[in-house]
């Protein structure tokens, strides 16, 4: 009976030991996971702030890059009909597509109304203003809000309970 229980004491330490308690980054040069509090919640009402496993970054990463394919094929096929009406137009189609590895990434993560796990992402192309000598902000703890930016800035929305994702916006030109 002690060697059963021993061993049961041995496999739940083991589990224990090896379930994350923190968020882990894989990049940490291009990741930032923002908890969401009382200066970014008025953005989400009625959420709970959560927290990310190393996985479930993983599976954010792959729906975003999904949807940046989705994306990317929508904004080709729009770009073809445009030069369809506007043969001479100066614009070019890479004005309008999206490179996932080119992009510093901010997750903020959350429980929604209905207790599905949501996970806001804001995407980025460049940090040398907003590194606190600039701006003030800090892009891995205060969530990055632009206007204008053309497709160096972009968000979407990954419901990890349902995986899917929705709302994917990328900013205007000025």
Same mark, same amino acid.
């Given at each position: ?7 049961? &004491? ?10 994350? =308690? ?9 990741? =930032? ?7 970014? %919640? ?5 959420? !709970?702030? !959560? ?6 970054? %993983? ?7 999904? #949807?940046? =394919? ?9 770009? %073809? ?14 004005? /309008?597509?999206?490179? /996932?590895?080119?992009? /510093? ?47 160096? &800035? &972009? ?8 995986? !899917? &994702? #929705? ?6 030109? =000025?």
């Amino acid at each position: 009976m002690k060697s059963i229980l021993t061993i049961f &004491f041995a496999v739940g330490v083991l589990f224990s030991a090896c379930s994350p =308690a923190k968020v882990e980054i894989q990049e940490p040069k291009k990741y =930032a996971v923002i908890e969401l509090d009382s200066s970014n %919640q008025h953005l989400y009402e009625n959420t !709970t702030p !959560t927290n990310l496993k190393f996985y479930e970054i %993983q599976l954010v990463d792959s729906i975003v890059k999904y #949807a940046i =394919a989705d994306h990317n094929q929508k904004a080709k096929d729009d770009y %073809q009909k445009l030069l369809t009406y506007y043969p001479s137009m100066e614009d070019n189609e890479e004005g /309008y597509i999206l490179e /996932y590895k080119e992009y /510093y990434r901010q997750f903020i993560p959350y429980i929604n109304e209905r207790g599905e796990k949501v996970v806001h992402v804001n995407c980025f192309c460049d940090v040398s203003n907003m590194n606190g000598e600039v701006s003030g902000l800090n892009w891995r703890t205060d969530l990055i809000q632009v206007n204008d930016g053309g497709n160096c &800035f &972009f968000t979407l929305v990954v419901n990890l309970t349902l995986k !899917t &994702f #929705a709302h994917l916006m990328v900013n205007g030109v =000025a």
